[in-house]
Each structure stands twice: as structure tokens, then as C-alpha cells.
């Protein structure tokens, strides 16, 4: 009957363990995709910084790298780089990259280091199509406020 109180005790002991380190492997396991969603994306948008994707990632940065001294250093810089007025600094793409680098230490991709960060693809057809977009947007609000006046 001891024998039998022993062996429950350790069951439920050890399935009770079993289930705590699966719920904190997943919580941890959630918040290193999180990190990393969140790496990807800028990664991705580092020819355009100001991409409206980009800009959501950035927003979410105080939230899930809470407790990443470096990378909330890095991001506080970036930020402050951009209240600055284009006379002082005409573009904070250094701070951004420098924030990029702090991410990815973080996540400990040891091989994604400032070289790798900085060089990107951004093909000419792809700016031609951003300035195109634009260049319509532009005049199509030059229509509306025109057939706007004119009423």
C-alpha cells in the first residue's frame, strides 16, 4: 500500500513537471517567433524604412523585446535619430541598421552581422514603380481638389 501512495505521488509529480517545462518551452518558444517575425520584417522593408509594415514591427518592439537591454537601447537611438530635422540628419538608416544588428544578436543569429544588415536588393524597376505610384497618386489629388474648386 506504501509502495502503491509512492508511485501515485511520483506519477502525478512527474506529470505535473512534464506539463510546467512544456507550458514554459512554449511561452518561450512563442516569444523567440515573435522576436523573430518581428526581425524578418524589418529586414525585409530595410530599403524602405518607412513602409507601413515596417513601421507596425517597429511599434510592437517596446512590447515583445521588453527585456533586451540592447535592442531597446538600439531602439530608443533610432527614434531619437528620427525626431532630428532633415537639416541635422537627413536619413537615420545607421540607428535603423545598428537596431537590426542588436535584433539579431538577441535571437543569436551569430553569422547576421553589420555587413550582411547592410546590403540589400532593390532593384531600379522597383523604385521606377514606387515613384510611378506615387507620381499618380499625386495627380489624382491634384484632379480631385481641382473638380473640388470648381463646384
Known sequence: ????????????????????????????????????????????YRYNIVCEDNVKVLNTIDVIFHADKGVREAYTNFWNETLKTKEVNPQPADKYLKLLEEIAAALRLKNVKWDCIKCYYYPLSLQEKIESEFFLRQVAIEKALNESQKK
Do not use: H, P
Open 1 to 44: 500500500m506504501e509502495n502503491l501512495g509512492s508511485i501515485l505521488i511520483s506519477a502525478l509529480f512527474s506529470g505535473l513537471l512534464a506539463t510546467v517545462v512544456t507550458l514554459c518551452w512554449q511561452r518561450k518558444s512563442k516569444i523567440y517567433d515573435s522576436k523573430l517575425r518581428i526581425f524578418e520584417t524589418l529586414m525585409a
